[in-house]
């Protein structure tokens, strides 16, 4: 008798598996005769059927495989913490001009901010080079695998020797991954409910750089959760004290009486990479 490994064991576990296997029946099908009755759309295998998965009633198990593709990866590669970093994807690097001004103002707020894309590149480093000390398996970089501060933080963790993460989204202008993303720990979202899962569920720190929209979403998922006690309480670190302050009020939330006054402390801002990279050891020291 044959034995085929399972793999929803371990590589080194063998089971008997009487049933046949699925990728068989995929490729067997595909070399059937060209028929009326075999090129019916009716007649595809369902787990081949892009159209049908793709229908919108097959939504929640398209939510489902958005979660268990990349939960399944980064298990497989034993991946066990990450440090993520969130930032805007339209700072540039020092010396590079900013793409994604549209007037002077812009131009130049954009260009001095790129002194965080050296910051983020840094902090990535530091963090990939404390990795070292755990066989890479905690404390991975990850980032949302684009340009600007991503790029810096992957940039940075590749430097260092690190494997890095990118959790890329499907957006309406094309969004590559950065070349810095370690090519099998790079994955692509439709969903960003689900990728926002997976940056929190490994998450030992968080570091926000400054951004926009997306940044803000991010980073309040983020401090919900903690000040929710929905997750662990985290090292949540925001980079660029001055900018954070100019776009939120956050005394003016606590005094109104919508947080608490305790709530701000969950927040630790710092400018330089070392600086956040003390918050962490601070914290796990402690």
Request: a negative charge.
């Amino acid at each position: 008798m044959t034995k085929r490994r399972s793999q929803a064991r371990g590589a080194e576990d063998k089971v008997w598996e009487p049933l046949k296997d699925s990728k068989a029946d995929k490729h067997a099908a595909a070399a059937q005769p060209k028929t009326p009755q075999t090129q019916s759309p009716s007649y595809r295998l369902a787990f081949t059927d892009e159209d049908f998965l793709c229908s919108k009633e097959l939504r929640p198990l398209r939510l489902q495989l958005e979660l268990l593709k990349a939960e399944m990866i980064l298990a497989e590669k034993g991946i066990a913490s990450t440090v993520v970093l969130f930032g805007g994807a339209r700072i540039p690097a020092p010396g590079q001009k900013p793409w994604a001004a549209h007037n002077e103002t812009q131009h130049n707020n954009l260009q001095a901010a790129s002194v965080y894309y050296d910051e983020a590149r840094k902090f990535a480093a530091l963090c990939g080079e404390y990795s070292a000390k755990f066989d890479h398996k905690e404390f991975v970089v990850v980032t949302g695998g684009g340009p600007g501060v991503m790029e810096a933080g992957n940039r940075g963790a590749t430097e260092a020797g690190a494997p890095t993460i990118g959790l890329n989204i499907m957006l309406p202008h094309e969004q590559a991954p950065n070349p810095y993303v370690t090519p099998e720990l790079s994955f692509n979202f439709h969903y960003f409910a689900i990728r926002k899962m997976h940056f929190m569920m490994r998450a030992k720190a968080v570091a926000v750089f400054p951004g926009g929209f997306g940044t803000l979403d991010e980073m309040f998922e983020a401090l919900t959760l903690i000040q929710t006690k929905r997750m662990e309480r985290i090292p949540l670190i925001l980079f660029a004290e001055k900018f954070w302050r100019s776009i939120i009020n956050f005394e003016a939330l606590a005094d109104f009486g919508t947080i608490a006054p305790e709530d701000i402390e969950l927040i630790n801002f710092v400018e330089t990479a070392d600086e956040a990279w003390k918050v962490i050891q601070d914290f796990y020291e402690k």
